[in-house]
């Protein structure tokens, strides 16, 4: 059954990273909720930090600091973790580098079931895995094949149908429709779709494209360089984004497809460049160097403030730069 999703003050720090002094803080203070069975997606651009987030809520890695609460159970805490590793599962990035080259299928999915004691034999973890399969629209006849060889969208629903075999209460999908062809994405984003309306899953999903964010998410949260910079439902965030970074996102989204709202980012030069490889400034807005609105207040580090209603915003000139204000 799907659980509630809550990360309060989470942080990860690598040390012997590249930043000069205390490693890269590549999660900083990131506090969250994922309500039961809504899908909050998680954008920014690539080297914010989303993956080392999920992968913290998926104890890939120890958090540095913060609690991750799923019911009402701190799972941050490695004992309790290993107790409900089953109910957070995690959709890698790549789903090539994440399962076994030389193991079948079958494997792959029955393995989950073997190390969790699912299932009262092999030939019941069999059946399990066939049907894990077929929810995810394969043949059982890929319970026979190797990973080489199949597409990425063929792996990415493997990858998927593994995630499902402990039935999960938290889903965490990092980036499934990058590296797939236009048709490929189509088909995910409808076996998405699916999932959230068949089991009752609470998810978190990475991606940097807008439109699917849009697609398939309640709620979206912008990470910059480690911080959540703007949460909110995502219809509001998309037709009104606060942030100078969202509306730079959500700018060039809508640019790439005319049939967007051609309005939704308000003024166009709102921010322009890259990801700073060197880490997060110690104060002040960490994209005050981007930033075409950044001033003298902007010194001072934003705290993410409620902006109306259930959206949040952590920049000092949210309310002045309003494009509907
Ligand atoms: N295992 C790791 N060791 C050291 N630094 C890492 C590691 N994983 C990620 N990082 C650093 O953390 C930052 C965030 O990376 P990542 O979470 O992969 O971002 P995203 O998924 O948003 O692209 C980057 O600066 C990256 O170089
Ligand atoms: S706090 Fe300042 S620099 Fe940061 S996004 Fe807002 S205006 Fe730009
Ligand atoms: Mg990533």
């Known amino acids: 059954m799907s659980q509630r999703l809550r990360i309060e003050g989470l942080s990860k720090t690598f040390h012997g990273g590249s930043a000069r002094s205390g490693g890269v803080r590549a999660v900083d203070d990131v506090s969250l909720t994922v309500d039961r069975g809504q899908t909050l997606a998680l954008v920014g651009e690539s080297g914010c930090g989303k993956s080392t987030l999920v992968r913290t809520i998926a104890g890939i890695y120890q958090a540095t600091a913060g609690r991750i609460l799923v019911g009402d159970v701190d799972i941050s805490d490695r004992r309790a973790l290993r107790r409900h590793r089953r109910a957070v599962q995690l959709v890698p990035q790549n789903p090539l580098s994440s399962l ?8 792959a999915l029955t393995q989950p079931l073997r190390v969790h004691r699912i299932g009262t034999g092999r030939h019941d973890r069999e059946r399990r895995a066939a049907t894990l399969l077929e929810q995810v629209g394969l043949s059982p006849d890929y319970l026979r094949r190797l990973p080489v ?69 309640q709620r979206m949260a912008v990470m910059y360089l480690g911080r959540i910079v703007e949460e909110g439902p995502t219809e509001e965030i998309y037709n009104r984004p606060r942030h100078p970074y969202t509306r730079m996102l959500v700018g060039s989204a809508t640019a790439a497809d005319p049939l967007l709202a051609p309005a939704a980012a308000g003024p166009a030069a709102v921010a322009t460049g890259e990801v700073p490889t060197g880490g997060r400034p110690e104060a002040g807005c960490a994209f005050a160097p981007r930033c075409a609105y950044a001033a003298a207040v902007c010194t001072a580090t934003p705290a993410l403030r409620a902006v109306g209603g259930e959206h949040r915003a952590a920049c000092h000139r949210v309310d002045e730069l309003d494009p509907a204000a």
């Open 100 to 107: 076994n080259r030389s193991r079948s299928i079958m494997h």
């Open 149 to 217: 060889g199949m597409s990425v969208g063929e792996l990415q629903r493997v990858v998927v149908a593994r995630a499902l075999a402990t039935e999960p209460s938290v889903l965490l999908l990092d980036e499934p429709t990058s590296s797939v062809d236009l048709t490929t994405k189509g088909r995910i984003i409808n076996l998405l779709l699916d999932m959230q309306r068949e089991f009752d899953l609470t998810s978190m999903l990475i991606t940097h494209e807008i439109d699917i964010a849009r697609h398939l998410s």
